[in-house]
């Protein structure tokens, strides 16, 4: 956890999930690299101009946001990039082929010529990154993090670095890891013992739900009750995670309970 992956479309939003990124960057010791990402729509007459209005626009506001990182972190641990593409296969590619350890962007974003962050955008990048995702719901801010749930399935983990975000979270903050599993009838299994192993370092307890209510439902009362600052999930291919996900673009159902949400990836 020493390299974050931060988009930005430059929206109040995103600077509120750059914001968040720069404390957490903080609190782990780690680095930034902002980025930004642009498209031109235009004939090709007007291709040129457009590029450079937009380029030359993205660089004004970049070095805001640079200035605004750098001010926390210093020079040394932030830096920006702008980039010409589309947004999710830009970001995905990025993490993927460079040594970051999280990306953390937001849900929601700017209109016109920006490219907009969606829910959509949130669910293409977790589709895609073969890195950690941490996304911020819509105007959250910053909080010392106290409690966090672990929301998973029968399945646990198949390797212990998986869960090494959320162990190196829980350690710097000194939060309670509450471990959420929702007993889906007869051949469940309950969660697997390898997640209070990986767990040990940290303070952790378990909790069971054998009621009716709709998975989704579930997580999102239970991040409230015990007012959770961050809610983390393992991303499987078919999984628990598309379970809660499995209508197109409804990332953004989960913020039903308004707080950050950190997708691990099990490969």
Do not use: C
């Not at 030359?56 to 990039?81: C, H």
């Amino acid at each position: 956890m020493k390299k974050f992956l931060v988009p930005t479309d430059f929206s109040e939003n995103a600077t509120k999930a750059v914001q968040y990124a720069t404390e957490l960057a903080l609190l782990l010791e780690a680095s930034i690299t902002l980025v930004h990402t642009y498209r031109v729509y235009s004939t090709s007459g007007m291709f040129i101009s457009v590029e450079s209005y937009l380029k030359k626009d993205a660089a004004r506001q970049m070095l805001e946001t640079y200035e605004m990182v750098e001010k926390k972190l210093g020079k040394e641990k932030v830096e920006s990039k702008i980039v010409r593409g589309d947004t999710i296969p830009v970001i995905a590619d990025m993490a993927n082929k460079n040594d970051y350890d999280l990306i953390i962007m937001g849900t929601q974003g700017a209109g016109g010529l920006e490219e907009i962050f969606t829910g959509t955008t949130t669910n293409g990048v977790l589709k895609k990154s073969q890195k950690p995702v941490l996304a911020i719901p819509e105007g959250f801010e910053y909080a010392p993090i106290e409690t966090i749930v672990l929301a998973i399935d029968q399945k646990g983990v198949s390797v212990s670095k998986i869960l090494a975000p959320l162990v190196k979270i829980a350690q710097k903050s000194e939060a309670h890891v509450r471990i959420f599993h929702k007993d889906v009838g007869e051949n469940d299994t309950g969660i697997d013992p390898s997640i209070e192993m990986y767990l040990e370092s940290v303070s952790h307890s378990f909790h069971y739900d054998l009621d009716d209510d709709h998975l989704k439902e579930s997580i999102n009362q239970f991040v409230k009750d015990y007012k959770a600052d961050m809610l983390v999930m393992v991303r499987r291919q078919r999984s628990f995670l598309e379970e809660v996900f499995h209508v197109s673009a409804t990332t953004r159902e989960v913020f039903n309970s308004s707080i950050p949400l950190l997708v691990l990836i099990d490969q």
